[in-house]
């Protein structure tokens, strides 16, 4: 038997030859660094050329290159080894001409890799496979039998920040980083001891010939967000370093789901009481949607719109006329079980989570469908028991592990769907029906032109005036989600016009940082653990989120009303929740969504100074009046803070205290900081208006209080006596 080592030939395109001090050693280089790759094919070096700067761990002999089967193939190596996914290093190079020619343990055929120099990176590209025919003797199979290859794999030493998504190792002196120049390529990380491993594996049946990476080494954060720049630029990838410098990164938004010609002003209005200079329009804005999501899909325009797109467009531009930039909020991976996709003949292009082949055929009268394949672990949860065979949907209770395998209780024509003929050897499976709320939506294949169908009605509602999106629902595909969720998501992107100033959405995987400078959105907290939640959540986020040069959104926060709340009673939103939560994400240059859909026919009673509250620190975040020294005060989880408006005019940030509730007087709220040597407290009536006795002595008589919107008490009394006092308070 003849074993032949694995053999990679890369192809040096446009490249420097630099000389090497260790003559095994290869070397290649750019303006901005040196790679040495040793005889073995370990990474040897690579070092910054301005300051000399070493990058990576050398001691462990990681190679640059390896391959992975799913299992031996050839014929005496497959009867050696075990019969399983094995990767397999490469384990020596050396230099033919303007070719390298790596080995790898055991895989007999070689690949030919292209090296594409740029001053700001280096591009891996896996060109093509040289193959010995008599290495696979008579097997009648394509050659090699690659499931992956790993173009590229840095060992990088550990730096103070290390961006998981855009998968950088960096610090003030240096940031180094592998990237994927098309959505295909499976971009990863490894935690290894003193350093992090950062790979770039192309993947067959999706782009592994043809496919490639870059590796980018500069001289600190600036630098290297510059070279991705032109990564971008040289790929035609989204302008993900463009959107994180626009000057509304940070502003907050304001979200709206029932806006239309006929309440627009009302709406604009609001956005501008609260200094908004965002709006976020839900699809249901345009589109026909009824019970949620259950038309998701069609896109059908509202009557409203008498002259179709025209009409929106003409809302928008209203809106832009107030100084306010529209954004698009949709669903891109849901169809309503109520669609024209779904019902009455449901289309082939949604997704399957399992597939089953017919053991017989399926009589009107059968209550079990017999297939071939064991169900073993299918789909019980209430509503989402459905299976898909041609275009019937058919509902099951349950189902049977051992042969003959069928499943029971099935129910013919689900969700409104045609009872048609199904045949032995029709192969249909379960329905991918979204796990949000009650069963009202599926999920879309993808892979298939449904996705493109989908995003075409989306562009055309974008295209009339919209400007950023945000993509919901983004966790709604199949596996690997690494490659799906960013796979639909650009299926979607490419198509909007203009290019969104930047996206935010519901999930993330590496290649979508070039689409989603706004990272996510957390959704809504309720007022009984808002504080908590802020902290638990996008402030625990927000210093990951920089690692990555991107920020989140703070969260989607909900107006609550003080009152009932089903069978329990609900404080509703109070000024003090969104001050923290809004000056947290300010701490970070992150926003935050106000929804207060329908608040001008229903208000909060303390809309007035809730919308005061969010346009105060949104002039700052405009402004830049926030300094560093105000931003690490503001980053505290515990020490909250409120921005006061002097007599002045000018703003001022004061560390306060949140004064006790009084069991006598549980509609006062308020707080206390100091200023100017005198304690101010700064209270409210939570649900409407009333008068309170507080025991704080002016004289020799109890200070009363009349509260309804937030007012300000200044006193010489200690805080301890402004808190006693209020301890003490009664209502009137």
Same mark, same amino acid.
């Given at each position: 038997?003849?074993?032949?080592?694995?053999?990679?030939?890369?192809?040096?395109?446009?490249?420097?030859?630099?000389?090497?001090?260790?003559?095994?050693?290869?070397?290649?280089?750019?303006?901005?660094?040196?790679?040495?790759?040793?005889?073995?094919?370990?990474?040897?070096?690579?070092?910054?050329?301005?300051?000399?700067?070493?990058?990576?761990?050398?001691?462990?002999?990681?190679?640059?290159?390896?391959?992975?089967?799913?299992?031996?193939?050839?014929?005496?190596?497959?009867?050696?080894?075990?019969?399983?996914?094995?990767?397999?290093?490469?384990?020596?190079?050396?230099?033919?001409?303007?070719?390298?020619?790596?080995?790898?343990?055991?895989?007999?055929?070689?690949?030919?890799?292209?090296?594409?120099?740029?001053?700001?990176?280096?591009?891996?590209?896996?060109?093509?496979?040289?193959?010995?025919?008599?290495?696979?003797?008579?097997?009648?199979?394509?050659?090699?039998?690659?499931?992956?290859?790993?173009?590229?794999?840095?060992?990088?030493?550990?730096?103070?920040?290390?961006?998981?998504?855009?998968?950088?190792?960096?610090?003030?002196?240096?940031?180094?980083?592998?990237?994927?120049?098309?959505?295909?390529?499976?971009?990863?990380?490894?935690?290894?001891?003193?350093?992090?491993?950062?790979?770039?594996?192309?993947?067959?049946?999706?782009?592994?010939?043809?496919?490639?990476?870059?590796?980018?080494?500069?001289?600190?954060?600036?630098?290297?967000?510059?070279?991705?720049?032109?990564?971008?630029?040289?790929?035609?990838?989204?302008?993900?370093?463009?959107?994180?410098?626009?000057?509304?990164?940070?502003?907050?938004?304001?979200?709206?789901?029932?806006?239309?010609?006929?309440?627009?002003?009302?709406?604009?209005?609001?956005?501008?009481?609260?200094?908004?200079?965002?709006?976020?329009?839900?699809?249901?804005?345009?589109?026909?949607?009824?019970?949620?999501?259950?038309?998701?899909?069609?896109?059908?325009?509202?009557?409203?719109?008498?002259?179709?797109?025209?009409?929106?467009?003409?809302?928008?531009?209203?809106?832009?006329?107030?100084?306010?930039?529209?954004?698009?909020?949709?669903?891109?991976?849901?169809?309503?079980?109520?669609?024209?996709?779904?019902?009455?003949?449901?289309?082939?292009?949604?997704?399957?989570?399992?597939?089953?082949?017919?053991?017989?055929?399926?009589?009107?009268?059968?209550?079990?469908?017999?297939?071939?394949?064991?169900?073993?672990?299918?789909?019980?949860?209430?509503?989402?028991?459905?299976?898909?065979?041609?275009?019937?949907?058919?509902?099951?209770?349950?189902?049977?592990?051992?042969?003959?395998?069928?499943?029971?209780?099935?129910?013919?024509?689900?969700?409104?769907?045609?009872?048609?003929?199904?045949?032995?050897?029709? #192969? =249909?499976?379960? $329905? /991918?029906?979204? *796990? @949000?709320?009650?069963?009202?939506?599926?999920?879309? !294949?993808?892979?298939?032109?449904?996705?493109?169908?989908?995003?075409?009605?989306?562009?055309?509602?974008?295209?009339?005036?919209?400007?950023?999106?945000?993509?919901?629902?983004?966790?709604?595909?199949?596996?690997?989600?690494?490659?799906?969720?960013?796979?639909?998501?650009?299926?979607?992107?490419?198509?909007?016009?203009?290019?969104?100033?930047?996206?935010?959405?519901?999930?993330?995987?590496?290649?979508?940082?070039?689409?989603?400078?706004?990272?996510?959105?957390?959704?809504?907290?309720?007022?009984?653990?808002?504080?908590?939640?802020?902290?638990?959540?996008?402030?625990?986020?927000?210093?990951?989120?920089?690692?990555?040069?991107?920020?989140?959104?703070?969260?989607?926060?909900?107006?609550?009303?003080?009152?009932?709340?089903?069978?329990?009673?609900? #404080? =509703?939103?109070? $000024? /003090?929740?969104? *001050? @923290?939560?809004?000056?947290?994400?300010?701490?970070? !240059?992150?926003?935050?969504?106000?929804?207060?859909?329908?608040?001008?026919?229903?208000?909060?009673?303390?809309?007035?100074?809730?919308?005061?509250?969010?346009?105060?620190?949104?002039?700052?975040?405009?402004?830049?009046?926030?300094?560093k020294e105000h931003k690490d005060l503001l980053k505290s989880s515990t020490q909250e803070h409120h921005l006061y408006l002097n007599e002045k005019g000018e703003y001022e940030l004061h560390g306060i205290e949140m004064l006790p509730v009084s069991n006598g007087a549980q509609h006062l709220r308020g707080f206390v900081f100091e200023r100017n040597g005198k304690r101010v407290v700064a209270y409210w009536h939570t649900g409407a208006e009333g008068s309170f006795s507080v025991p704080l002595s002016r004289g020799d008589r109890p200070c009363k209080l009349y509260a309804a919107g937030m007012k300000y008490l200044e006193t010489e009394h200690s805080v301890e006596e402004v808190k006693g006092a209020f301890c003490k308070a009664i209502e009137e």
């Open positions: 038997m003849k074993i032949i080592s694995a053999q990679i030939v890369i192809v040096l395109t446009t490249m420097m030859m630099v000389p090497s001090s260790v003559a095994a050693d290869i070397e290649f280089a750019n303006k901005a660094f040196r790679l040495a790759i040793g005889e073995d094919a370990s990474v040897k070096s690579l070092k910054l050329i301005a300051s000399h700067e070493e990058c990576v761990e050398a001691r462990e002999g990681i190679p640059l290159f390896a391959v992975t089967q799913d299992r031996p193939f050839n014929n005496e190596i497959k009867l050696m080894h075990m019969h399983k996914r094995t990767s397999y290093r490469a384990n020596r190079i050396r230099r033919e001409g303007k070719h390298l020619v790596v080995g790898f343990d055991l895989a007999p055929y070689e690949a030919v890799v292209s090296v594409n120099l740029k001053p700001e990176y280096m591009e891996f590209k896996l060109e093509r496979f040289i193959v010995d025919p008599e290495d696979y003797g008579d097997l009648k199979m394509d050659t090699p039998p690659v499931s992956s290859f790993r173009v590229l794999q840095i060992p990088v030493r550990n730096r103070e920040n290390f961006g998981d998504w855009i998968n950088a190792m960096w610090d003030g002196k240096c940031a180094v980083g592998v990237l994927g120049t098309a959505c295909e390529t499976d971009i990863d990380n490894e935690a290894r001891h003193g350093f992090t491993l950062l790979t770039a594996d192309l993947v067959r049946a999706r782009r592994l010939r043809g496919g490639s990476a870059v590796l980018v080494a500069a001289p600190g954060p600036d630098a290297f967000l510059e070279a991705i720049e032109r990564v971008e630029e040289d790929f035609s990838l989204p302008h993900g370093v463009r959107s994180r410098r626009s000057p509304l990164i940070n502003a907050s938004m304001f979200w709206v789901s029932d806006m239309t010609p006929n309440n627009v002003d009302r709406y604009i209005a609001l956005a501008k009481r609260a200094g908004v200079r965002m709006m976020l329009l839900y699809y249901t804005c345009i589109v026909k949607e009824i019970d949620s999501w259950g038309y998701n899909g069609d896109w059908d325009i509202l009557p409203v719109y008498a002259n179709g797109l025209s009409d929106v467009a003409a809302m928008l531009a209203k809106i832009k006329a107030a100084g306010i930039t529209p954004g698009l909020h949709f669903l891109h991976s849901h169809v309503g079980l109520k669609s024209r996709y779904v019902t009455p003949v449901t289309d082939h292009r949604l997704n399957l989570t399992r597939r089953f082949t017919l053991a017989r055929p399926i009589a009107d009268e059968d209550t079990e469908i017999f297939v071939e394949e064991n169900p073993i672990d299918s789909v019980m949860y209430k509503g989402c028991r459905i299976l898909r065979f041609g275009g019937e949907l058919i509902s099951y209770e349950g189902y049977e592990t051992e042969p003959p395998y069928r499943f029971t209780g099935i129910r013919r024509g689900a969700c409104e769907t045609r009872k048609v003929s199904h045949h032995m050897g029709e #192969i =249909g499976g379960i $329905l /991918d029906v979204s *796990e @949000f709320w009650e069963p009202m939506s599926c999920y879309v !294949d993808e892979r298939t032109s449904l996705q493109d169908e989908i995003a075409d009605k989306i562009a055309a509602v974008y295209s009339t005036g919209f400007e950023f999106a945000y993509f919901d629902g983004s966790e709604g595909v199949h596996e690997p989600f690494n490659y799906n969720v960013p796979y639909a998501q650009y299926r979607v992107w490419k198509k909007l016009t203009p290019e969104p100033i930047f996206g935010e959405a519901a999930a993330k995987a590496h290649f979508d940082w070039h689409m989603l400078a706004g990272a996510n959105a957390f959704d809504i907290f309720p007022p009984e653990v808002f504080k908590e939640k802020i902290v638990e959540f996008p402030l625990a986020e927000a210093p990951l989120m920089r690692k990555n040069f991107t920020r989140l959104n703070f969260g989607w926060w909900e107006l609550y009303k003080p009152g009932a709340k089903g069978a329990a009673k609900t #404080i =509703g939103t109070q $000024l /003090d929740m969104w *001050e @923290f939560g809004t000056s947290r994400a300010a701490a970070w !240059d992150c926003p935050m969504t106000v929804r207060i859909t329908a608040a001008y026919t229903n208000p909060h009673p303390r809309l007035d100074d809730l919308l005061e509250t969010i346009r105060r620190w949104e002039d700052v975040r405009a402004k830049g009046w926030l300094t």
